[in-house]
C-alpha cells in the first residue's frame, strides 16, 4: 500500500530546542492531518489543513500545507519531555474513492532529553 | 470530544482460536477503519467501512473479516488467530472527508 515519506525517522533532541519534520508525497492532497502517538496508546489528531499553504498553530505546535499540496510541515517549539512520541503525518489522496481512506507516513520517533 | 472505544486493552490468544476485536464510536461518524501496527511498518489498513454493512479491504485484509450491524459499532475478526497476527490493532472513525479519530489500540498477542 501507499505510504507517505516522513523524515526525520527519528530524533534525539535537548529539552527547550525546536523540532522540524516533514512529510512527501507523489500525490496530491486536500488533507493534512498530523498525529502524535504515546506508547501504547492510539494516535491523537494534533492539526488538521484543509488548504494549499495554511499554517495553523495548537500551542508550541504549528503545521503547514505545501503549496504544491504534496507536502507538509511540522514544527514544535521549545520542545518539553511530555513532546516524546510517534508523529505521524496522514492525509486522503485525490481521486481515493466515497470514503476519506487515509494513507500514514512512516513515523518520526521525537526523544527529549530533560 | 470524539470518542472511540475499543473493546480490550490487551489480548492474549491461542493460535487456531477465533478472535473479536470490538471498536464503538459515539459521533454518528459514516466511516470506520482497522489499522494494525508492527514496528518499522508503521500503520497498515486492514478494512474499512463506509456505511453499515458496506466494506471494503485495505491493503492486508488476508485472514481477516470484519462485520457492520450497526453504525457505531465496527468489528474485526480474525478467522484463526496465527502468531503472525500479533500486533497493535487500532481502529478509527471519521466523517467523510474529514479527520479520523482512534481508539485506544488493542495489543493482541497470539501463542
Known amino acids: 500500500g501507499q505510504q507517505l515519506n516522513q523524515s526525520p525517522q527519528s530524533m534525539f533532541i535537548q529539552e527547550g530546542e525546536d523540532v522540524s519534520m516533514n512529510c512527501t508525497s507523489s500525490s496530491i492532497f486536500n488533507t493534512w492531518l498530523w498525529y502524535k502517538q504515546d506508547p501504547g496508546e492510539g494516535p491523537v489528531l494534533l492539526i488538521a489543513l484543509y488548504k494549499a499553504g495554511e499554517l495553523t498553530s495548537n500551542g508550541r505546535l504549528t503545521a503547514q500545507f505545501g503549496i504544491t499540496r504534496k507536502d507538509s510541515f511540522l514544527n514544535i517549539s521549545a520542545s518539553i519531555p511530555s513532546d516524546v512520541g510517534i508523529y505521524f503525518c496522514a492525509g486522503p489522496p485525490l481521486g481515493g474513492g466515497a470514503t476519506n481512506k487515509l494513507i500514514f507516513g512512516t513515523g518520526t520517533l521525537l526523544a527529549v532529553q530533560p | 470530544d470524539v470518542k472511540v472505544t475499543q473493546s480490550s486493552r490487551y489480548l492474549v490468544k491461542r493460535t487456531g482460536e477465533k478472535v473479536f476485536l470490538e471498536c464503538v464510536q459515539d459521533m454518528d461518524h459514516e466511516n470506520m477503519f482497522w489499522y494494525r501496527q508492527d514496528p518499522g511498518l508503521g500503520l497498515r489498513l486492514i478494512y474499512f467501512?463506509?456505511?453499515?454493512?458496506?466494506?471494503e479491504k485495505g491493503d492486508i485484509p488476508e485472514g481477516y473479516s470484519v462485520s457492520r450491524e450497526k453504525k457505531e459499532r465496527f468489528s474485526l475478526i480474525l478467522e484463526s488467530a496465527s502468531t503472525n497476527q500479533t500486533s497493535m490493532y487500532l481502529c478509527a472513525s471519521s466523517l467523510r472527508y474529514t479527520e479520523a479519530f482512534f481508539g485506544q489500540g488493542t495489543r493482541l498477542t497470539v501463542v
Open positions: 467501512s463506509y456505511d453499515v454493512k458496506m466494506k
